[in-house]
Structure formats: C-alpha cells, structure tokens
C-alpha cells in the first residue's frame, strides 16, 4: 500500500502535524499583517543581519509572521502587563481636578418680558445714563432677576464691534433679552448705579450712569526740543521772530582815504564815432549823445517816468 492511511486516491496525502503548523502560522502572518501595522509597534526592530527582535522580550524572530506570533504568546504578553504595572506605580500621583456638577434646569419659555427704557442727561456732571424698566408679571415665586455685562466678543449673535457692550436681563420662565450700549465706562459709584426689584408690580429697575471722557485740551503740551521747535501744529507765541535779511556788509575803506569819498576811476568818455571831426570848443570834453526822444517838457510818456530836461552846453 503506496499511499498513507486516511488519504485519498490521487490526493498528496494527509498533511502532518509540522506542515499544518506551519500553514497556520502562515495564515496568521497575512491576517496579522492586514490588521496590524508593524510601523507603529515600538518594540519592533529589525537588525543587520535581516532578522527581526523583539525589544521587549529580547528574542530574536526569522520573520514577520513568527513575531506576530510571539506578540500573541503568553511570554510577550506577561512582560506586557509587567511594564504597565511598573510604569504605574513610578508615575507620580496627580489629584483629580474637582469638576463641580450644575444641574441644567429645563423649563418651558413663555417669551419675552415687556421693558422701558428712558435716557436721561444730567447737566451738572454732564453725564448721560439710561433707565431700565423690566416688567416680569409671570416670575416664578420667589426668584429674582439677574443681570450682567457681556463684552461685544463673548456672544455670537450679532457681529462683535468694539464700540458696543451689551447688558442682558435673565429671569425664569422669561427668555432671555439683551441691550446694546456703548461701551463706554460705567460709573459704578452708589448713587448713579442702583438696581431694584418690586416684588408687588413685579417690575425690575436698573440705571447706569457713563463716565465722561476727559477732552483733549487738558493734556499737557510736551516741552519744546533742544532747536526751539515745540510740538508739529501747535503755535508758539513765545518764539522770537527771525531778523530780517541783510545784505553783505560794505568794503572796508583803503589806507589813505577819508571814510565816504568816491573810490574807483571817473568815468571814461565814449569813444569818438568813426569818420567823425569834433570842433575846437568839444575836444577835451566829454561826448554827450541826445537824449532818447520824449514828450512835451512836464509830459510823460507811457512806459516812462518824468525826466528833467537836458542841460544846455554851454
């Protein structure tokens, strides 16, 4: 009998107990492989000889597959349990934060209160405030309303702007209702600032007050620099007027000459025209040439000032 007991006729016979280990740890290995990443295993490691260990364990594995298994095994996963212990008790104990628990009341709105609000100006202190009158005729027994400030970037209603604050108003079963002020500073002193609550008309009041902001004019004018010049755009009355421009200062006189007298040459006589013979009585004087042609004597000519007449040669 050729083939092996419990095999059939053109099979290559029942497998042995090495071989189906052996299928099954392959088995293993690729369904290991596509559930579980290598990558991030931190005791994973792959040597230079091309073998791979276990840093945990420090055994020593021909292939993925036969690691994967040794993960599996009750070795790896006792010396698991053991880091984790040892890990736990060395870490030092932190206290728990102490979360207080608020209870979310759930109850049905009935809508929106009515309300007044009055603007007020007061002429003294030249102060502007506003009156709140909140009316809530439907309160539960014995609750009071509350109010409080809110900064134009904790809500997400409207869009924030920096030059408004909103003052909100809360009293059950009524909704919640907002107002949009300034937000300028609030004068929290004890008599401008005040909030009441009539339990008998069942109606809130709040006023405020606003802070007056200091005008420009009473800061002071920084010192004038080192040069004179003060502040760009702010006259000064104390600064001196600059002296008017003079001209260059005059020669100094030449030795031997009294202070005032004419310095320089006479004046030269224009040179005798050409082809010209002047009589005996001119030679040695100097030529004169007519005067340009004017008017009548005492008569001016446009473009011209008044001239004397000329003088005679005599």
Known sequence: MDREWGS????????SAQNEAIDRRERLRRLALETIDLAKDPYFMRNHLGSYECKLCLTLHNNEGN????????????NLAKRAAREAKDAPAQPQPHKRKVSVRKTVKIGRPGYRVTKQFDGETKQRSLLFQIEYPEIEDNAKPRHRFMSSYEQRVQPFEKRYQYLLFAAEPYE??????????????????FSHWDPDSKMFTLQLYFKVKPPETNKPQPPPTANGTGAPGVPSSSRPLPPPPQGPPPPPPLQGMAPGAPMGNPPRAPPPIPGSV???HMMGRPLTL??????????????????PPPPTMG
């Open 176 to 193: 919640i209702i907002a107002f949009k002020v300034p937000s300028t500073e609030i004068d929290k002193s004890t008599p401008k600032f």
């Open 67 to 78: 690691y994967l298994a040794h993960t599996q095994g009750k070795r790896h996963q006792t």
């Open 8 to 15: 059939k006729p053109g099979s290559g016979g029942a497998a």
């Open 290 to 307: 007519p005067p340009p042609p004017q008017g009548f004597q005492g008569q001016q000519m446009p473009g011209q000032g008044l001239r």
């Open 278 to 280: 002047l009589p005996p």
